[in-house]
């Protein structure tokens, strides 16, 4: 697994699927990316995997609640 994947699928990780796939409608990614990329059956281009990796840029600088994306799902 390459560098760059590590962390994102060490990330995807804390998440339950349905959190996943709410975690991908606000990353503006397909439901399946995340969840395929958490269990180590994809072999993702940078273009597949950006909106995650900038999603959760924006969510540790603080310009992303995810929690509330969360709860604004119906997840939490």
Do not use: C, W
């Amino acid at each position: 697994m390459s560098t760059i994947l590590k962390p994102l699928v060490a990330r995807l990780r804390q998440y339950s699927l349905a959190e996943l796939e709410a975690i991908a409608d606000a990353a503006g990614v397909a439901p399946s990316v995340p969840r395929h990329l958490r269990n180590g059956r994809d072999n993702p281009t940078v273009k597949t995997i950006e909106p995650l990796i900038t999603f959760f840029g924006k969510v540790d600088a603080g310009e992303i609640d995810l929690p509330a994306v969360l709860r604004s799902k119906g997840v939490v």
